[in-house]
């Protein structure tokens, strides 16, 4: 008895359906990309409550009858005519399998009219077999698929419910609707319009209407071009404060396909590695052009993945766009508008420094001052011209009939202040160019002589801002000309030194200027994995200046170690940074001895700044690139706009 044998088209189709047919967002995403290819600019798609009743109409092309009867046999397409066909794709569905695969697990019924004809037809096709009748209809093409899988049961007893069967299909539409802006497209189900687009072509619209992004995202515009390699890249990616913690907001595009793409992820993780947290993912969509003969779609039976004859000059064409992008970030405008005058000089928000009765718990920390002053010497250039210091604001405040006396939890030159300058920080003060409220003995900086004298020339913060407290030596609040901004010292502090050694890392004679040779070298007592990464990584460290010998026993010692660190505790400072490095990707180790070294050797919350180093903080910071978060993604700021303090005390 022979065991080979041809199997019936009825069973050999439902085979092939299983492969292009996976559940009934793979209809909608078959035949909306058919409509694409058609033409259509509108196109409205309708879903019964169990997902099984699909209807899609558009306005495209539409067929002429034979045509519309042939495309229901299996490897019938008018996308392409031959092999080498293959590498000239500009279609989105090319094989030929979509509509026989849906009609041999469906009933399908087509109405379709050219736009300059009289009348339609409308073509049915059930268990193989497709009836022709003339008919009237509307331009374009009509599809509707009824009972889905009813003749396969086994398939349908794998399908989810249908609330999750309707988010793929959602998911599918809003790949395609942002891939095609200039498509109108509608999503109905159960009577309900679930999603909108406007076919305006304007991505960042489409994308917040087909719900991509909810609209509150800061997006920045992605544009590169690799002229030798013909690889363009454009797209939007939101700023670093918006991430999720999955990588649903991420969508590729190339020529125009929607696809997975392992080149974006690994492109948008480097790209945003220092500023959100490890294991979050931004926004973005990214749309990649090549020539379609350096990309092969036919490797997957949906056509979602693809592979690159150039793989590595797409990546690093779609990494430079994204990074080039998040560069240039255009940094707010932190003036205060012309037309706006400051309203007296003192606010309701600085209320909140009303003083208490007591002297204020203040204390030097050597730790701040050693921190700061090795920040301070690499900033010196960026001061401006000294400003004069006047203690005119007492009579200000009584000509405001302000009686109560006011100051601010700012540090003193010693803990222990005698009673006269204690009688002089209960009066109001303020410098008189920028606004600032302090206490005149606040103005004296904690740190050593020779910082003193550096400080001395007080730097101004941008035109509209007054710093207005210092609380628990942690936080700024600062009033701008929208509102109220509280910043944290440390985390600005950590981005501010976390960009420097970023360019530091490509100045020549960097080495030179910027480490500290140790007379006596640290002996460093690593475990075998800590001694195993130091082996590895010290290459990389070695940009950042740590030098390191080791010993034939296998002990290490630490001969250099970068400026920023030369206040610290060596050994534990170079196992913590280890520690980091043993967890992170090796191609991300600089970027995160950058970050260790950073946060290592910011001013840490808790320790007591001066006034003018507050001031001299802010201004390095607001002149920072990527100053909205600090390098593990933490926000520095908080932003509180009128309208918002408003709506806080007066909730509707």
Sequence with gaps: MRKVQVLPDYIASQIAAGEVVERPSSVVKELVENSIDAGATSISISVSEGCRTISIADNGHGMLPEDAVLAFQRHATSKLASADDLWRLTSLGFRGEALPSIASVARVTCYTRLHDAASGFRIDAQEGKITSTET???????????????????????????????AHIQEIVQSLAIAYPHVAITVEHEGTVHMRTSGSADLAQVAKEAKLFTGNESLIEVNNHDVSHGVKVRGLVAKPVH?????????TMVNNRPVRCPLTYKALEYAYSDLIPRGRHPFAVIAIELDPSHVDVNIHPTKKEI??????????????????????????NFAQPAQQEPQGELSAVSLIAESRSGK???????????????????????????????????????????????????????????SDNVQESSDFAASSTNGNSFSTTSVRSNYSADIEGETSTRRELPDGWRLLAYLKNTYFLIESAQGLEIVEQHIAHERTIYERLLAAQNEPGRLNEHTQNLLISAPLRLSA????????????????????????????????????????????????????????????????????????????????????????????????PRNDTCPHGRPVRMSFSMDKLFQMFHPA
């Excluded at 006047?390 to 405040?397: C, F, G, I, M, Q």
């Design 136 to 166: 009237g209809c509307a331009p374009g093409t009509t599809m509707e698929v009824v009972d889905l899988f009813y003749n396969v049961p086994a398939r349908m007893k794998f399908l989810k419910k249908a609330s999750t069967e309707f």
């Design 307 to 332: 592979k690159y004859s150039q793989g590595n000059e797409v990546y690093l064409t779609v990494q430079r766009a994204i990074v080039t992008a998040l560069r240039s970030l255009p940094r707010q």
């Design 529 to 624: 994995e800590q001694s195993s990464c130091l082996k590895e990584s010290e290459e990389a460290l070695a940009k950042l200046g740590f030098e390191f010998e080791h010993t034939e026993d296998g002990g290490s010692s630490c001969t250099q170690v970068p400026l920023e660190l030369a206040h610290k505790n060596y050994e534990a400072a170079i196992q913590e940074l280890l520690d980091q490095l043993i967890t992170c990707d090796h191609a991300n180790i600089i970027l995160e001895a950058t970050k260790s070294v950073a946060c290592q050797s910011a001013v840490k919350n808790g320790m007591t700044l001066s006034e003018e180093s507050i001031i001299s903080l802010l201004c390095d910071w607001i002149a920072t």
């Design 360 to 418: 204020s718990e203040t204390y030097t920390s050597p730790d701040a001052q050693i921190a700061y002053a090795r920040f301070g010497q690499s900033t010196q250039e960026a001061h401006q011209e000294p400003v004069s210091i006047v203690a005119e604001a007492p009579a200000r405040a009584r000509q405001l009939g302000f009686r109560d006396r006011l100051t601010f939890n700012l540090p003193t030159s010693s803990p222990a202040a005698d």
């Design 243 to 251: 991430f999720r913690g999955d990588r649903k907001a991420i969508l």
